[in-house]
């Protein structure tokens, strides 16, 4: 063990490599559990597309093509600066790791605005099952389905950045006082996976839900 | 194996363990402490399953007449809602996983605790945060749409408090999730030196094959109670036919958790009976690497057969035919554990002791409980008893006749570990044995009953079945007094018991060869394992 490194592992682990094992192992797992938990969602949305593929068309066109596209490049951004991030902790470049972690923090806050305002917009356009519903389309009752799906998966999505973000937020001021390191660099590692998997998350929602008639 | 123990005093002035190590309602509240976690979701799981048996009570007393005296409809319905959410989600998910996986798992591997303890001791607050969810319920006035919530009843037509019961329940789910996690990881990465996959004790894993199922299933469920949250506040309509929804959805994500939910309920309980009687046929398992995958098997296939649930729902036919051939086959891995427990007693040396017991019931009890599951498996027949008191005693067996059994099994012989007190053997005895005719008379009437026509969920019902109904409450309150009796001793025995040393039986395992109860570490040192597990036979010869 180097020297320092024994003040960095819990007095349960044998050593810092058995902690940061353990670490990792707990993050992939509980991504596990995520997969499945979106997984229902998008099970549900199989059915009733399968069921109503011609109204799930219709409403699909009613969603920000322009707005959702922009939101996607901006969180593939934020996901090549988180894995930035990793890189300059694991290489001690402390001053790099700040900024990447920053900026991961604002595009994922850029994410969430955009995903704000285009909620306001179904607002606007009454197409927010239960809350403010007026559909004009062919199938109301099946775009009903959709777009109850629709905020049902981008509203968990959502959820995961909003509790991502925070906990980054965190870290990002843990970062500036130099707590990580080369030789501690498990936490940026792991809030590295979780962030790719929301990306993940929502590769799958963006052509589900925007681009499902776009085909 | 090293056996040093003075003996304990809880008063604590001379030896040090995990209970006199640090004092104070903080010291526990705030603890990472593994085995104090355990004690913690003992005393609050133990909690749940009284209130939950009375919400039971109460039906039995008002089923002793074929009219509705006692209670409405309504409250009946309630009644029932109650007792099946507290039983399934506070008590028999989290019971044996929350009380001897979190106290044994990391001592029975060789570890000083689990992976994540901060994490473990968060799964006890969500824990008890759903818990008091459901209080509120009950002080709310109940929900009356069954432990299943089925739609569009719960999200649309239910008066009754839906919402806070699909909380509290997603929460649990949490909690449970987190529990997994934790013994997922810690069964990878945090096992002893020498401690091979293949010399994990067999209760191991049973964990692990149960938090697997935790991990991939309850997400499942916890997207569905979105949904159904989601349909009941805002009124939207994904499962709501009336507007184009499809209530049959429902029942197959519900069912995609709640099957395997089984098998998170009574996979522990096999553990512990794998556990327990190859210490008193003092043998070693027959078939040790059968039971492992069978667990595992179970895992598995147990995710594939939730449509057996729903073959009078309007799931196709041919899913139906499907459903049922692969819930024959999910009994074969449940047969292999129960053929492999009986080759271990054959020819052993039995020491018929509390837990042992306990553990015979289970055997015995689990096998109808599983068998009768064939009957409700195969599609014919389902149609006839489908929704009768007929699979209301089927999974009663399963659930109490099996897994409270292994509960309470698992209570008695960790119980000097875990406290560093023995409890009145006699008492011990006496009580297995009224559980086990209170458990037989209460719901052998109910497969009577329901096979011949007695439909589930309703308590008006014509004359003819009354006798059945008295003889099934009367059990009931046998059954009553067997449980309440080792409550009472056991909190007896925290004073009076004589202490245990070590090893009172004179078990293998490594939880057996520190000191009872053990110190904050579990080791002094971290043992090394050099032999299989189960090794009576040399056991044996070293003393
Ligand atoms: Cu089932």
């Known amino acids: 063990m180097a020297h320092g490194e024994s003040s960095l592992v819990a007095p349960y682990f044998r050593d810092i490599e058995q902690q940061r094992e353990t670490n990792t192992l707990g993050m992939w797992v509980f991504l596990v559990t995520e997969v499945m938990l979106f997984g229902g969602i998008f099970m549900a949305y199989a059915v009733y597309f399968y069921n109503y593929p011609e109204a799930f068309g219709e409403a699909g066109r009613e969603l920000d093509i322009v707005l959702s596209s922009v939101n996607t490049f901006v969180l593939l951004c934020s996901s090549l600066t988180m894995a930035l991030a990793v890189w300059a902790c694991q290489s001690n470049k402390q001053k790099l790791l700040v900024i990447f972690l920053t900026s991961t923090l604002v595009l994922g806050s850029i994410f969430l605005g955009i995903k704000g305002f285009e909620y306001y917009e179904k607002y606007e356009k009454a197409l927010i099952p239960g809350i403010n519903w007026h559909y004009e389309g062919e199938f109301p009752d099946e775009a009903q389905i959709f777009f109850s799906l629709y905020f049902a998966a981008t509203g968990l999505h959502a959820t995961h950045m909003i509790i991502g973000g925070t906990v980054l937020a965190i870290i990002t001021m843990k970062a500036m006082r130099g707590f990580y390191s080369a030789v501690n660099f498990d936490t940026i590692e792991i809030m590295g996976l979780y962030w790719h998997f929301v990306d993940i998350a929502w590769v799958f929602i963006f052509p589900l839900f925007y681009l499902i008639e776009r085909y | ?543």
């Open chain 2, 1 to 543: 194996m090293a056996v040093t123990s003075p003996p304990l005093d809880l008063k604590g002035h001379d030896q040090e363990n995990y209970l006199n190590w640090a004092y104070g309602v903080k010291s526990w509240l705030l603890t990472t402490d593994h085995k104090r976690i355990a004690i913690l979701y003992l005393i609050s799981v133990t909690f749940f399953f009284f209130l939950g048996s009375l919400a039971a009570f109460v039906l039995r007393i008002d089923l002793m007449t074929p009219q509705a005296d006692l209670m409405t409809s309504d409250n009946y319905n309630r009644s029932f809602t109650i007792h099946g959410v507290i039983m399934v989600f506070l008590f028999l998910i989290p019971a044996i996983p929350g009380v001897f996986g979190n106290f044994l798992l990391p001592i029975m591997i060789g570890a000083k605790d689990l992976a994540f303890p901060k994490i473990n001791l968060g799964s006890w607050y969500v824990y008890i945060i759903s818990g008091m969810f459901i209080i509120a319920v009950v002080l709310w006035g109940g929900v009356d749409t069954g432990w299943t919530f089925y739609t569009p009843y719960s999200t649309t037509y239910a008066n009754s408090a839906v919402v806070l019961t699909v909380v509290g329940v997603f929460l649990v789910g949490f909690s449970s999730i987190m529990t997994a996690l934790n013994f997922i990881v810690t069964i990878h990465k945090m096992r002893a030196p020498g401690l091979t996959w293949f010399r994990l004790p067999l209760f191991i894993w049973a964990m692990y094959a149960t938090s697997i199922i935790i991990m991939l299933g309850t997400p499942v469920l916890s997207a569905t109670l979105i949904l159904v949250g989601l349909e009941r506040i805002l009124g939207m309509g994904i499962f709501n036919p009336a507007l184009g929804g499809d209530p049959v959805l429902f029942q197959h994500l519900f069912w995609f958790y709640s099957h395997p939910a089984v098998y998170i309920m009574v996979l522990p309980a096999m553990g512990v009976a794998s556990e327990l009687i190859t210490c008193f046929s003092r043998k070693r398992v027959f078939g040790y690497k059968f039971i492992a995958m069978s667990s595992m098997a179970i895992a598995l296939i147990g995710f594939l057969v939730w449509g057996h649930h729903m073959f009078v729902s309007g799931q196709s036919v041919y899913a139906g035919i499907v459903f049922s051939l692969l819930t024959f086959a999910v009994a074969i891995p449940s047969a292999i554990k129960v053929f492999n427990w009986t080759a271990t007693l054959y020819k052993g040396t039995i020491h018929l002791q509390t837990p042992m017991f306990y553990v015979l019931g289970f055997i015995g009890l689990f096998t109808i409980g599983g068998l009768t599951g064939l009957f409700l498996g195969a599609l014919a027949t389902d149609v006839h008893v489908h929704d009768t008191y007929f699979v209301v005693a089927h999974f009663h067996y399963v659930m109490v006749g099996a897994t409270v059994m292994a509960y309470l099994g698992a209570l008695h012989f960790w119980w000097p570990k875990m406290t560093g007190r023995m409890y009145p053997e006699a008492l011990g005895i006496l009580s297995a044995v009224i559980i086990f005719i209170g458990f037989n008379l209460t719901f052998m009437p109910q497969f009577i009953m329901g096979y011949v026509g007695m439909p589930r969920r309703y308590h008006v019902y014509p004359d003819e079945f009354q006798a059945l109904h008295v003889a099934s409450t009367l059990g009931s309150t046998v059954l009553g007094i067997g449980y309440i009796l080792p409550l009472c001793y056991l909190i007896w025995s925290l004073r009076f018991g004589k202490e245990a040393g070590p090893n009172p039986w004179g078990a293998v395992g490594l939880e057996w060869t520190t000191s009872s109860p053990p110190i904050h570490t579990n080791f002094e040192v971290t043992p090394v394992v050099t032999t299989e597990a189960y090794d009576y036979e040399n056991l044996e010869e070293e003393v």
